[in-house]
T-cell receptor
Framework: GENVEQHPSTLSVQEGDSAVIKCTYS??????FPWYKQELGKGPQLIID?????GEKKDQRIAVTLNKTAKHFSLHITETQPEDSAVYFC????????????FGTGTSLTVIP | DAGVIQSPRHEVTEMGQEVTLRCKPI?????LFWYRQTMMRGLELLIY????????DSGMPEDRFSAKMPNASFSTLKIQPSEPRDSAVYFC??????????????FGPGTRLLVL
């Protein structure tokens, strides 16, 4: 089955700096890659996603890149703000496994004011 | 839309008691997922349903866990008897199952379960 690895597990950045979180996946059939943000005491919330037919997607300060050949995808947050502090999860999914998501282990991001 | 609704939000019970967690998916969504989250094991998929039918329950820890989806707007996850190691946050998520591509899952706020 699919195996998703996520790095780093913790990340601290100064406010205004950029943050990058990286994930790798094992199943070449995976074609959908969402990113979730989980704030303390809340459920994961989708922040951005990318499908395998594109290499990059951007939404304001957040961007995701996908390298299908290398089987890795990354989340980029620019101009970080204290409210970006949360746990971020990547996931991978393929039609072969229905709509099941395989999640990374999460990255705890702290933005220092 | 109200989003995925879960109840109760918090549950404290004693070992051996039956626990029932409830979920109302987003209207119109036809896939529903139950997850468990712990510090040690992260987010684990327990079971998921498509059109009210259980598709994959391989993540259910043992026979003490059972899940049902009697209709498109309601699902339950039951633990009987509960044990301290079941303490975790349980999430329900729903998704509009697409024809070709994969679809986003929308998570509820979770139920925080503590078994004493």
């Amino acid at each position: 089955g699919e195996n998703v690895e996520q790095h780093p597990s913790t990340l601290s950045v100064q406010e205004g700096d950029s943050a990058v979180i990286k994930c790798t996946y094992s199943d070449s059939a995976s074609n959908y890659f969402p990113w979730y943000k989980q704030e303390l005491g809340k459920g994961p919330q989708l922040i951005i996603d990318i499908r395998s037919n594109v290499g990059e997607k951007k939404d304001q300060r957040i961007a995701v890149t996908l390298n299908k050949t290398a089987k890795h995808f990354s989340l980029h947050i620019t101009e970080t703000q204290p409210e970006d502090s949360a746990v971020y999860f990547c996931a991978a999914s393929s039609q072969n496994t229905g709509n099941q998501f395989y999640f990374g282990t999460g990255t705890s991001l702290t933005v220092i004011p | 839309d109200a989003g995925v609704i879960q109840s109760p939000r918090h549950e404290v019970t004693e070992m051996g008691q039956e626990v029932t967690l409830r979920c109302k998916p987003i209207s119109g969504h036809n896939s529903l997922f139950w997850y468990r989250q712990t510090m040690m094991r992260g987010l684990e998929l327990l079971i998921y349903f498509n059109n009210n039918v259980p598709i994959d329950d391989s993540g259910m820890p043992e026979d003490r866990f059972s899940a049902k989806m009697p209709n498109a707007s309601f699902s339950t996850l039951k633990i009987q008897p509960s044990e301290p190691r079941d303490s975790a946050v349980y999430f329900c998520a729903s998704s509009p199952r697409g024809g070709q591509g994969q679809e986003t899952q929308y998570f509820g706020p979770g139920t925080r379960l503590l078994v004493l």
